[in-house]
């Protein structure tokens, strides 16, 4: 019986899987396929292109589910952030409500990405006249975002869908965009130049990423274990613990990190900023071939560790649920004592964990002038351990639902 449901569970999710797939296969019929193509990934790449790289996107091909999960993971992310505020009036919010503001984000943010791309693409579009008596209007632009739009919102569906009947919680459904995009990571990557294909490049880019595979399951596995007093419990599990992870951001701020500090660069580029000493400032602080962009780089890596990573945490919510349910620390008074001391350790831990993800982001780069095409390796190492977490998730996912349909309260 338990294996049926989970051959079941798994038909689900390789269901959704390709569909979402087949999906961002079909370009729009109100575009020009080949010209925004072009479009998308003249000079080396966009900042459309980055987001959805590591994303699970298909940015670089107009299709009808090009924006992908980016929508929906950013609305998660951002009502994740709310509900850390511990305000009263999101605590007390039903699931329907939270589920409706979700979707809320969900939309806004696609609505501004789909904004995004048709601009990018604008002088692809087909044109579709509107006629109206003596006056028309093109719809093109119009037509295209809101299939846009409608394509992450029903990538979102699928999504949930996976969540309740499938493996791998929602994030599984970015697993094919970004395999599909590390290729053309690693080719493009951050070096400037285009890190040809060749079976020698391909060979050695497999070694790594084995090695580098190896080494992110065991740091990912790393966590600090808290020693935790629960009087309630009269049991072998009275002494339990709360563990904080190495790596308590986990692959977010390789998620985030390109594409926030990318965006500087894409500004000037767009703007009147490009050629004055200000545009030429902002290009050397956003640059992966200076050291004032590595530092900045790693800055952002670090910011966005600490983010993410309080976000995974939550000391304080932590602290607060101690003291409900009676469990305390050892020599450490439950209330405001607990909270100092579950964000102090956070902060040690995950200072470590952000030194980690820096030296997977920063040391390509660094070997660039040593060994030209390694700075290609920062993008790609990063989708990789992106890769490695939600797997880690799934197995965990599957080992408890295997567990729990073993189960048998009468044997």
């Not at 390709?18 to 479009?39: C, F, K, N, R, Y």
């Not at 080494?215 to 009275?238: D, F, H, T």
């Not at 602290?319 to 409900?324: E, M, N, Q, T």
């Amino acid at each position: 019986m338990h294996n049926r449901s989970l051959i079941k569970r798994c038909l689900w999710t390789l269901l959704l899987v390709l569909i979402l797939a087949a999906g961002q296969q079909i370009v729009l019929p109100s575009i020009d396929g080949l010209a925004a193509t072009q479009a998308l990934t003249k000079q080396g790449g966009s900042f459309l292109q980055i987001f959805g790289s590591v994303t699970g996107g298909r940015l670089t091909v107009p299709a009808l589910f090009s924006l992908g999960l980016s929508p929906y993971m950013t609305s998660m992310i951002v009502w994740s952030a709310v509900q850390s505020w511990d305000l009263p009036g999101v605590s007390a919010m039903s699931v329907r409500a939270i589920g409706m503001v979700q979707r809320f984000f969900t939309l806004i943010i696609a609505s501004l990405q789909a904004l995004a791309m048709v601009r990018t693409v604008a002088p692809a579009l087909q044109p579709m006249p509107l006629v109206l008596g003596d006056y028309s209007y093109d719809m093109s632009a119009w037509f295209t975002g809101i299939i846009l739009v409608a394509g992450a919102m029903f990538t979102a569906w699928l999504a949930d869908l996976n969540n309740d009947k499938g493996i791998g919680s929602t994030v599984i459904m970015i697993v094919p965009g970004i395999i599909i995009n590390i290729p053309g990571s690693l080719q493009r990557g951050w070096g400037g130049v285009t890190y040809a294909l060749t079976p020698q490049h391909i060979a050695v880019a497999a070694v790594v990423a084995v090695l580098f595979t190896f080494c992110a399951v065991w740091l990912y596995k790393i966590e600090v274990r808290l020693p935790l007093q629960r009087p309630m419990l009269e049991s072998s599990y009275g002494d339990s613990y709360i563990p904080i992870k190495l790596l308590t951001a986990g692959a977010m701020p390789f998620m985030f990190s390109t594409s926030l500090f990318s965006l500087p660069m894409y500004v000037v580029k767009g703007t009147s900023l490009n050629g004055t000493p200000m545009g030429h400032a902002i290009m050397q602080w956003t640059s992966y071939q200076s050291w004032r962009g590595l530092v900045l780089y790693a800055v952002v890596l670090m910011l966005l560790g600490y983010a993410f990573g309080y976000l995974n945490t939550r000391p304080v919510q932590t602290a607060k649920s101690l003291k409900y349910s009676s469990d305390y620390f050892y020599d450490v008074a439950p209330g405001d004592a607990t909270e100092r001391f579950l964000t102090h350790h956070f902060f040690v831990i995950c200072t470590l964990g952000n030194l980690v993800e820096i030296v997977i982001g920063i040391v390509p780069l660094l070997l660039e002038n040593v060994y030209p095409g390694a700075a290609n390796f920062s993008l790609f190492l990063g989708n990789l351990f992106i890769i490695v977490t939600i797997f880690d998730t799934i197995m965990q996912q599957f080992r408890a639902l295997r567990s729990k349909y073993q189960y048998q309260l009468f044997a």
